[in-house]
């Protein structure tokens, strides 16, 4: 069982939402990378990855299919529904796709006005098979809609026990400073890897207000893990790293210094390359927790093992050091965000 926790503050609500150090990013179960799997083995991996001893388990209303499109939502509500009480769980709203392109990743509509998110959160408590939500993202900011709107509306929310905390993914600081005076921020989801280290300028700001940080793709959508090669395939029509610049032909030759670097680390701390890249950023910081993917009973031990890998403030300053003087390819930095004339 894992026996260390990181705690994230939000002294409005409740005391503190506490979690494993390491959480369970479902979004792979159901969409974007490749077929969706199989839906039992899927329900059998969540309750493995309670036993194992994962708390949070991270998903939003528009992971799913063309035929299904909240399909990781109600897997998670079936799922998780016997272990209801010894579970934090993370949806989100504000997101449709423009599916008028061939394959994705799809350009993504913001949507963040009141009446929407009552829509969106009633619909996931629905298909969540809760009367709560204990950490309620807004997934990408709406540049139509003020933050302290979007603030005020997870303030009603909150007072009518609809959600617990709240939070908001791919944030910047001013918007984050604002909605926060409103109604204070528990956690912010970010994209953060060894590979994309754009938002550690936030920091201070996280760390003086007293928030938390969940990492999203942690492992660079799986790279990191050392798995993959330069003849990895992947199916341009369902799954997103067909298009993802750290997965093409030429990106292997180019992220050698980095896989070398993460195999030498692996094999001093008698770990993985997946846990060396998870325990960077669990000791480097403690209100980091990275929520991983994964469809797989292996991985899933082995990303929870990262808990138990210790580096020191001076080795986690010296792989920082090498990563920023080694060469790398492009990572991918998320879907592009398109507006659109709300109606």
């Not at 059998?44 to 299919?65: C, P, R």
């Not at 469809?295 to 580096?311: M, P, S, V």
Request: glycine residues 6%; contains cysteine; charged residues 25%.
């Amino acid at each position: 069982m894992l026996n260390k926790y990181i705690k994230m503050n939000n002294f409005r609500t409740i005391s503190g939402l506490t979690v494993s150090s390491v959480g369970l990013g479902c979004m792979g179960m159901s969409h974007a990378y490749g077929a969706p799997a199989d839906k039992k083995s899927m329900k059998t991996l969540l309750a493995d990855a309670v036993e194992m001893g994962y708390t949070l388990f991270d998903t939003a209303e528009i992971y799913g299919t063309d035929t299904n499109p909240h399909e990781n939502e109600e897997l998670l509500g079936e799922a998780l529904k016997p272990y209801r009480d010894k579970v934090v769980i993370t949806t989100k709203f504000g997101l449709t796709f423009d599916k008028s392109h061939e394959s994705g990743p799809y350009p993504l509509i913001p949507d963040s006005t009141p009446d929407s998110i009552r829509k969106a959160v009633d619909g996931s408590l629905r298909r969540l098979q809760t009367d709560h939500i204990d950490l309620y993202l807004q997934h990408r900011i709406d540049p139509d809609v003020e933050p302290e709107i979007v603030a005020d509306t997870m303030s009603q929310l909150i007072q009518e026990g609809k959600i617990l905390h709240w939070g908001i993914s791919e944030t910047t600081e001013e918007y984050l400073r604002r909605a926060h005076v409103v109604c204070p921020v528990t956690a912010i989801q970010n994209r953060y890897s060894m590979m994309a280290r754009w938002h550690e300028d936030i920091f201070p700001t996280l760390e003086e207000l007293n928030i938390g940080f969940i990492a999203f793709s942690p492992l660079a959508n799986g790279l990191l893990s050392d798995f993959y090669t330069a003849d990895s395939k992947f199916n341009p029509k369902n799954d997103y790293r067909a298009a993802m610049p750290q997965f093409s032909r030429e990106s292997f030759e180019e992220n050698e210094m980095l896989f070398e670097l993460i195999r030498r680390l692996a094999e001093e701390k008698h770990a993985t390359p997946s846990q060396i890249s998870l325990a960077w950023m669990l000791c480097k910081k403690p209100y980091i927790v990275p929520i991983p993917g994964t469809r797989h009973l292996c991985r899933l031990k082995e990303n929870i093992g990262a808990a138990d890998i210790n580096l020191s403030a001076n080795e986690v300053e010296a792989i920082d050091r090498q990563l920023d003087s080694i060469p790398m390819s492009d990572v991918f930095g998320g879907s592009k965000v398109i507006k659109t004339q709300k109606v």
